[in-house]
């Protein structure tokens, strides 16, 4: 991995509002931590170990959305009986699932759990967001092909 490579890693992070990324390699492991108008970058070398591949490393803090569905949290006072419906990964969200295909949701839907909401891509892996309720989307909270962080509300739901 050259500076070029990590420099364009830094700037694809600060930009994804992401708040820490760790990558490693199998000689060099690499931290990013952004926030407050600043960017931290840590690296570290080691010796080379013998592998038949490269093995590449993430770990955010959440898991891949195909081992934990999207946690639904209740939504804050001011939007009172509304759960939401927020991101289990960091990567960027899709309301589509292909850009000649429709959304797969609208304000106004009617949702089941285990519907597909939206996609969102981490690391060139599409990752469908299941609901995890039933109800009525009310607001999508996030912008076609916007970056989102882990935890990010993406949808409001009226469960009744």
Do not use: H
Not at 9 to 28: N, R, T, Y
Not at 87 to 95: D, N, Q
Not at 116 to 124: L, W
Request: contains cysteine; charged residues 20%.
């Amino acid at each position: 991995m050259d500076i070029k490579e990590i420099q364009n890693l830094i700037k694809f992070v600060a930009k994804s509002g992401a708040s820490e990324v760790k990558l490693e390699m199998e000689d060099i492991k690499i931290t990013i931590k952004t926030g407050s108008g600043f960017t931290e970058t840590t690296y570290v070398q080691s010796a080379p170990v013998q592998q038949s591949a490269p093995q590449v490393v993430v770990t955010p803090t959440a898991q891949p959305a195909s081992e934990t569905p999207a946690p639904v949290v209740k939504a804050a006072e001011n939007a009172g009986n509304y759960i939401t419906i927020k991101s289990p990964i960091i990567g960027t969200f899709y309301r589509k699932p292909s850009p000649d295909k429709s959304n797969f949701v609208e304000v106004g839907s009617e949702i089941s759990a285990g519907d597909v909401v939206c996609v969102i891509e981490a690391m060139k892996l599409f990752n469908e967001i299941e609901s995890e309720i039933s109800g009525k989307v009310v607001k999508i909270l996030v912008d076609n092909a916007s970056p989102v962080e882990y935890d990010q509300p993406l949808f409001l739901v009226d469960p009744s």
